[in-house]
């Protein structure tokens, strides 16, 4: 049994039924953009002298999001699925992580940054 073969494929209509590598060109295209705004974020990062390991690697995330999410536009398979949808729940989730601790962190807390 095949756990990856049998997950949905969601059928845009930019890509019609064609197969073909890039059939997806506004979208494989527009995701390079979240690799130029991580960039940005590293340079903002450096301009404020912000030394956090945590926010640090926010950037990392954005920019394999936008790597993920263009593989699965160009080659579109149930594998290059996973390499689309999971940064992107990583990214969520470690931002909802960093903002629930900035909001509930008290100064005697250990487990605080």
């Not at 989730?93 to 940054?113: C, G, M, Q, R, V």
Request: glycine letters at 6%.
């Amino acid at each position: 049994m095949c756990f990856l073969c049998n997950l949905p494929q969601t059928i845009y209509c930019e890509r019609g039924v064609s197969n073909a590598l890039l059939a997806e060109p506004i979208n494989a295209f527009t995701n390079l953009t979240f690799p130029i705004v991580g960039y940005l974020g590293f340079k903002l990062l450096k301009e404020k002298k912000i030394k956090s390991k945590e926010i640090g690697a926010l950037p990392w995330m954005l920019s394999l999001v936008g790597l993920g999410s263009f593989l699965y536009h160009t080659a579109r398979n149930s594998t290059t699925l996973i390499f689309d949808a999971l940064p992107i729940y990583i990214f969520i989730l470690y931002a909802l992580f960093l903002t629930l601790n900035e909001l509930i962190k008290t100064k005697s807390d250990p487990y605080s940054f």
